[in-house]
């Protein structure tokens, strides 16, 4: 979840699984069902849940900034 830029805020064994409860935003989850699953031969399993809205972060927004501006020049 780090890797993600997310923050993890619980971790806990409970029986024979580990839960761990994180807030990551939603655009630095895709492709994260793959790699969870790779990571644990099939047997990880996650879910997400809508918490809230929050500002874009300055590094990722001059991303999208400089993509969009790319992307204008070309057309």
Not at 10 to 34: C, H, Q, R, T, W
Not at 61 to 68: D, G, L, S
């Amino acid at each position: 979840m780090t890797k993600r830029g997310g923050n993890i805020y619980n971790s806990e064994p409970k029986g024979d699984v580990f839960v761990i409860e994180a807030d990551v935003a939603l655009s630095k989850m895709f492709g994260f069902a793959s790699k969870l699953r790779g990571m644990t031969q099939g047997q990880g399993e996650f879910s997400m849940e809508y918490k809230t809205h929050a500002a874009v972060p300055t590094e990722d927004f001059n991303q999208i900034v400089a993509k969009i501006r790319k992307e204008k020049e070309i057309n």
